[in-house]
């Protein structure tokens, strides 16, 4: 193939791209819209903020178990039924008046992001040109960083200007023209024999990897859960006008694109453990200096956006850093644990959310960082040990287990 040919962007590798920026807005946008929510269904912050639990947990526990089902299907198939039931699930979050309806409504929609999101991946690197295959990837699932500083934020303004009904419409409209785009533009990649459950979850019975797991979990319940509940600090706690809700994500995801690849950076320069240790450490600090601004009362102004700048640059860096661990590890499934990784970080946010949504009603907007940086010091400790390499003789034998469970 030319170099041409490989420099070339296909039409459906950006609907891919669009497809997981669908995907992150829907995820990160409930923090901007929360106390809109919560007020219209008539409902407290902290109870609103289970549907931020119900869409984590569904994608976090359902995506290992849809990836199994969904193993002989088309992938092109999986991603348009995937997208159209995504779709349906934001339209319908216009109707809903009552919180446990929206509930369902979000299990099914985190559903149908835990089938999206791997399949957009494993057709973007199925289907890339020979030596482009990194290239393809990274376009691939950059749409889930790109929402930080764009779907976020206009989501935001959307249910600002509109309503919180507005901005799922929107999700939906989005989505559908993707589906529709994708049936018609998007290459097949024919289904294979499944990987049932309990291979998929073999990397875990390696200490290593259990614990970088179960550190990207406290990640999550640490910094995703004040993240949730960042637009309830702002305009609720400090008394902000709605706007600066907006321009507060759009600081957070302006600094959280720059943050992804610093991570990657450091990550590089320094080794896997040296940068996770760098960057959960300021995570846990960059949450306690929070907390204990918003204990002493701080105001909105630059200091507090100076803090949300600081701590975004911290949480974003997370996810290359401890990937790169986990692969460290146990290169031979390096897909399966990296997998696992991010069905730990969605676990945390979703169990973290329920705390923290118990935290603000109770305690108040300084109590989720607080309790978070404890969250996050936590996983920090499960950092500090030293990587080994598991080596071929192991892996063999935890491969004899997975196949005798077969």
């Avoid at 949300?308 to 399966?336: C, E, G, H, K």
């Amino acid at each position: 193939m030319t170099q041409t040919a490989r420099d070339k962007t296909p039409g459906w590798l950006m609907l891919l791209f669009i497809a997981t920026l669908a995907l992150g807005t829907d995820e990160f946008v409930i923090s901007g819209i929360l106390p809109d929510v919560a007020a219209d269904m008539n409902v407290t912050a902290g109870r609103a903020g289970l549907l931020v639990t119900a869409f984590a947990l569904a994608f976090c526990l359902g995506s290992p178990v849809v990836a199994v089902i969904t193993d002989r299907m088309d992938k092109k198939v999986v991603l348009v039924v995937g997208l159209i039931v995504f779709a349906v699930a934001n339209a319908l979050m216009a109707l809903v008046d009552t919180l446990w309806l929206a509930i369902v409504l979000r299990v099914v929609a985190g559903l149908a992001a835990g089938a999206v999101s791997p399949t957009a991946m494993a057709i973007a690197g199925t289907r890339a040109p020979s030596g482009s295959e990194g290239r393809y990837l990274a376009v691939a699932t950059a749409g889930l960083t790109v929402a930080l500083f764009t779907g976020v934020p206009i989501g935001t303004l959307v249910g600002q200007v509109w309503s919180w009904r507005g901005t799922f419409i929107l999700i939906a409209v989005v989505s559908c023209v993707v589906a529709a785009l994708s049936a018609w533009l998007t290459p097949r990649v024919p289904g294979n024999e499944p990987t049932p459950l309990s291979v998929r979850l073999g990397p875990i019975r390696n200490w290593q990897i259990l614990s970088l797991v179960l550190a990207m979990f406290l990640c999550g319940a640490g910094g995703l859960t004040f993240y949730s509940y960042l637009g309830v600090t702002v305009e609720r706690e400090l008394g902000a006008a709605p706007s600066n809700v907006t321009w507060t994500l759009l600081l957070v995801g302006v600094v959280g694109v720059f943050a992804v690849f610093a991570g990657g950076s450091l990550t590089d320069s320094r080794g896997p453990r040296a940068g996770r240790l760098v960057v959960v450490g300021g995570h846990a600090i960059a949450l306690l200096a929070v907390g204990t601004f918003l204990l002493f009362s701080g105001g909105f102004g630059l200091a507090f956006l100076a803090l949300v700048a600081a701590w975004s640059l911290f949480a974003w860096a997370l996810s290359p850093a401890m990937q790169a661990s986990i692969i460290t590890v146990d290169p031979q499934r390096a897909m399966l644990s990296a997998a696992l990784g991010i069905s730990g970080l969605y676990g945390g946010a979703g169990v973290g959310a329920a705390v923290g949504g118990s935290l603000i009603d109770s305690s108040g907007a300084a109590a989720i960082p607080l309790v978070s940086s404890v969250f996050v010091a936590a996983a920090w400790l499960l950092c500090a040990r030293p990587d080994r390499r598991l080596e071929p003789a192991e892996d063999r034998r935890s491969n004899e287990g997975e196949d005798k469970e077969r």
